[in-house]
């Protein structure tokens, strides 16, 4: 397998990691929402893994029948971006102000708050009891999260950097999610029947 062509493969493997809800055990689960740069990120170790396995005539499929390598990739990711993050007073600032500019940058209402809150966009997904809430942004020690705006509402871990570039990719994927352009986090995860 040649470096181009793991690359390929660990594009597909996160992209069907990332869009698919699997039953073995995962760190982060569901709950994480990956920026396009972290994905990048995720496809090039993963293609890297694969290339050395290859040299000790390992295959991506032998690696599949022991453990997933692209969910210990995204998990190791997730544990880089969604834990651990220290900034200065400055750096936080820097960053949310960032955020903030991006945000104005594409043309959405950011309020800052406590949290970072952002209006929903007419004809756009709706979300909350009265189905008007817009989103909350967050960024902690436990890295960038959102969250609908309201009160009793769970956030999601955003696996993105905790700097102006992930700022950046942050704004974007608000963006997407108040568009509709990328899927709902919030929505209610699907129910299957059994069957009989």
């Known amino acids: 397998m040649s470096d181009t062509t793991a690359l390929d493969a660990a594009k597909t493997d996160i992209r069907r990691w990332t869009r698919e809800e699997h039953s073995a055990p995962s760190q982060y689960g569901s709950r994480v929402i990956y920026t396009p740069s972290v994905l990048a990120e995720a496809a090039e170790l993963l ?91 967050g960024l902690t020690v436990g890295g960038w999260d959102i969250s609908v705006d309201e009160i009793a509402s769970r956030p999601h871990s955003i696996a993105a950097p905790a700097t102006e570039d992930g700022a950046r990719d942050v704004a974007e994927l608000v963006r997407k999610i108040l568009s509709g352009e990328a899927p709902n986090p919030f929505a209610a995860p699907a129910v299957t029947e059994a069957r009989a």
């Open 47 to 137: 293609g890297k893994l694969y290339s050395a396995g290859q040299e000790h005539h390992i295959d991506r499929e032998d690696w599949a029948a022991v453990t997933s390598l692209p969910m210990g990739v995204l998990d190791a990711l997730a544990a880089r971006y969604c834990s651990r993050v220290t900034l200065t007073h400055v750096e936080y600032n820097t960053v949310r102000d960032r955020l903030i500019g991006e945000l104005d940058a594409r043309n959405l209402t950011a309020e800052r708050r406590q949290r970072v809150t952002v209006a929903p966009l007419p004809g756009g997904p709706s979300w909350g009891s009265s189905g008007r809430s817009g989103l909350s942004l």
